[in-house]
């Protein structure tokens, strides 16, 4: 991951700016209490990649998600053939 974070910082010159956003005063505006968009953006990340290596860690908990959502997908499907 870090490599392709140096690779991206290395190489944005190539990208022409379209790597910016389109309306970048929308970052900086603030949305929650005293957080910008951007800050809060960056703060959802870390707590969901935090939350999601705690899940990880726990496989029957992977596991029964997985068979549900395999259920799921399925019974979804031939819902979907059915009104097709």
Do not use: C
């Not at 992977?62 to 549900?68: L, N, Y």
């Amino acid at each position: 991951m870090l490599f392709g974070l140096a690779s991206f910082i290395k190489g944005r010159k190539h990208l022409k700016d379209l790597a910016e956003p389109a309306t970048p005063e929308l970052l900086t505006e603030k949305v929650f209490a005293f957080l910008s968009r951007e800050h809060l953006i960056y703060l959802l990340a870390i707590l969901s990649l935090s939350f999601f290596w705690l899940v990880i860690q726990h496989e029957p908990f992977v596991f029964a998600a997985q068979q549900i959502l395999l259920v799921l997908s399925g019974g979804g499907l031939v819902v979907y053939a059915i009104f097709r």
